[in-house]
């Protein structure tokens, strides 16, 4: 595969073309337990094609240096490398350039922002952020199947505060009760956080609807990208969101590398969060002037070959199509939840009607822990993620306390799939499933 060409191709992922996708990711040839990989954990966390392992190995051989500072050859190199990064980036979701901040994952970037809320509801940032301040009779509106790093943000935002946090439930088939979205999202509304897929489900959110709502109600809107910037066109300005995050470690980038996209206006009138080095103007002892947007939001050295690492993951994707990836993924999905249904003892959570889904689903297997279904597939090779996948509530609401979760990403294979299915299969008859 290249990794600069933009694609404008439309076909599916052919045989061949899969096979030299595969070639470019060199954990994929490992053999566990005696058996080729199969890996079916890219919801977690992706693995890395050479091409992004070899922009931060030059990254580091030719352009290391500080970014920012220093009036040296290879910091002049090292800041534009570091900020072309970035453009790539902003391309990459429809944004422009000030509009991106790096953060070090998702996590980081959704408690910059209620951070940043709640400093402002303490009357920092002056006359600018005035309109971001809440306090008691506000409400913070976020749904059911959010991922921890989606909640507990806000929780702590609405206990620093004294807003209220409310949330959106699911109806038993897992997609949003839009009775629900009717009844919570009212004029107290000022922030509405959700999911755009929920890690858990593999169920697409109606984002266009849900910004709609929190617009007619003056409520900013924070869309966790997390687990669709990896696997479809994302354009956060067509979306009409006030801010997204995301995290490149699952996108193909590197660990220790996220992004916040924030509207220009809303960015420039927040305080920071963090403080310190190379987001000033001016500082004296007793106060401190700070830069725009985005250098306001990145105090400190800068995670500068990650973000190198990250750029080049985007172009691969981009080289390869981001629509012809979701429709790889989508049919792969399909495969997966079929084949799933199939199996007596086996339920997949979450099921509407109709819904775009992507290639993620989990499932529970009647009277067996996910723990024991993930240590058998994985004596055949088969890695997936067990546990609550950070998302409690969600399966509390759903009537389990855990469950086993297969994510396919553009190097998944068909056949993965049904090795997947032989062996959740295969786990229901040696762990006696409806016997
Ligand atoms: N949101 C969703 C939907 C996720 O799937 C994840 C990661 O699993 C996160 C947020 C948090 O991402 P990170 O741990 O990279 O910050």
Not at 173 to 184: E, F, I, K, Y
Not at 338 to 361: F, K, N, W
């Amino acid at each position: 595969m290249t990794d600069t060409a933009q694609t404008t191709r439309t076909d599916a992922l052919g045989d061949a073309e899969l096979a030299a996708i595969r070639a470019d990711f060199p954990i994929l040839s490992t053999v566990v337990n005696g058996a080729p990989l199969v890996y079916l954990d890219s919801g977690a966390t992706s693995q890395k094609p050479v091409q992004v392992l070899d922009a931060e190995r030059v990254f580091y051989e030719r352009d290391n240096a500080a970014v920012h500072r220093g009036a040296h050859m290879l910091a002049a190199l090292a800041t534009e490398t570091f900020e072309d990064a970035r453009a790539t980036v902003a391309r990459f979701v429809g944004a422009r350039e000030d509009e991106i901040v790096w953060t070090s994952n998702a996590t980081e970037g959704i408690n910059l922002i209620a951070y940043a809320v709640s400093n402002a509801s303490l009357g920092r940032g002056g006359h600018a952020a005035r309109a971001l301040r809440i306090g008691p009779g506000d409400e913070i509106v976020v749904t059911e199947m959010e991922h921890h790093a989606n909640l507990l943000p806000w929780q702590e935002l609405a206990a620093r505060t004294g807003a209220t946090l409310r949330y959106i439930s699911i109806l038993d088939d897992g997609s949003l009760d839009p009775q629900s979205v009717d009844a919570v999202i009212t004029d107290r509304t000022r922030i509405l956080a959700f999911t755009h897929v929920s890690n858990v489900l593999g169920i697409v959110n109606p984002v266009a609807d849900l910004v709609a709502r929190a617009k007619a109600v003056g409520a900013l809107t924070v869309l966790d990208a997390c687990q669709s910037a990896p696997h479809m066109t994302l354009d956060v300005v067509a979306l009409g969101v006030d801010f997204a995050v995301f995290s490149g470690h699952k996108m193909l980038g590197p660990t220790g590398i996220g992004v916040l996209y924030g509207r220009a206006d809303l960015l420039n009138a927040m305080p920071p969060f963090l403080t310190g080095g190379s987001m000033i103007t001016t500082v004296t002892m007793e106060s401190a002037e700070y830069l725009p947007a985005p250098q306001r939001f990145e105090a400190g050295t800068q995670r500068i070959s990650q973000t190198v690492g990250l750029a080049a993951a985007v172009r691969y994707l981009e080289s390869v199509g981001l629509q012809r990836i979701a429709e790889h993924e989508s049919r792969l999905g399909e495969r997966l939840v079929a084949g799933l249904s199939s199996i007596a003892g086996v339920r997949v959570l979450g099921q509407p009607a109709g819904t775009h889904r992507v290639g993620l689903a989990s499932f529970d297997v009647a009277g067996v822990h996910s723990h024991d279904v993930g240590q058998f597939l994985d004596d055949r090779g088969i890695a997936v993620r067990v546990g609550h996948h950070c998302a409690q509530p969600l399966h509390r609401r759903l009537g389990v306390t855990s469950s086993t979760r297969a994510s396919a990403y553009l190097y998944s294979t068909d056949a993965e799939i049904d090795q997947l299915l032989t062996g959740v299969a295969d786990a229901t008859t040696f762990f006696g499933v409806g016997s």
